[in-house]
């Protein structure tokens, strides 16, 4: 992934430890949270997850009687 890389080689890290850190939260604060996803109607896995809850919650309440 470009962005990805592009983050990695524009930093100094201390350590592989610190590496991975940046890694992870590069990942759940852009990756998951942000970046548009064609798989998913362009759009963030975290805002798709939303809207799978929220349809099968209303599925769920239109069963109950």
Do not use: W
């Not at 990695?8 to 996803?37: K, M």
């Not at 109607?41 to 599925?59: C, D, L, N, V, W």
């Amino acid at each position: 992934m470009k962005t990805l890389k592009r983050e990695i080689y524009a930093h100094d890290y201390r350590d592989l430890e610190h590496l991975l850190e940046s890694v992870e939260g590069f990942i759940e604060n852009y990756y998951n949270r942000c970046r548009l996803h064609s798989a998913l109607g362009y759009r963030s896995p975290e805002s798709s997850k939303m809207s799978r809850k929220i349809e099968t919650a209303t599925r769920v309440s239109e069963r109950q009687p």
